[in-house]
């Protein structure tokens, strides 16, 4: 069984940082594909980036290339979302997930139906 919760979200102005922290248990190839996921108020939930915990190899939608970092703490069982120059339309609850999916070259999917296990989120909101 894996268990996921999310903290960290908050109020920002645009341009500023956030960090995000996914506490997280249970066996690590049951969740060998970590991601977070966010869901803008009317929008469909989004795969923003994802890590293969045996290999490292991330993943990150075009929206946060360059402005998000995913990262893990095996040590602390703490998966990570460090999120920079934020923007107005990153307001959104995020969602911290995990799951064992068929890997595409190594890689996480990004797709929503692909995990079973997700935290209860957390809200970010940033204002301009």
């Known amino acids: 069984q894996v268990q996921l919760a999310e903290s960290g979200g908050g109020s920002v102005q645009a341009g500023g940082s956030l960090r995000l922290s996914c506490a997280y248990s249970g066996p690590p190839y049951n969740r060998y594909c970590m991601a977070w996921f966010r869901q803008a108020p009317g929008k469909e939930r989004e795969g923003i980036a994802n890590?293969?915990?045996?290999?490292?190899?991330?993943y990150y939608a075009d929206s946060v290339k360059g402005r998000f970092t995913i990262s893990l703490d095996n040590a602390k069982n703490t998966l990570y979302l460090e999120m920079a120059t934020l923007k107005p339309e990153d307001t959104a609850i995020y969602y911290c997930?995990?799951?064992?999916?068929?890997?595409?070259?190594?890689?996480?999917?990004?797709?929503?139906?692909?995990?079973?296990?997700w935290g209860q989120g957390t809200q970010v909101t940033v204002s301009s």
């Open positions: 997930a995990g799951d064992q999916p068929y890997l595409s070259y190594g890689t996480c999917p990004a797709t929503r139906s692909a995990y079973g296990y």
């Open positions: 890590i293969y915990i045996f290999g490292g190899r991330t």
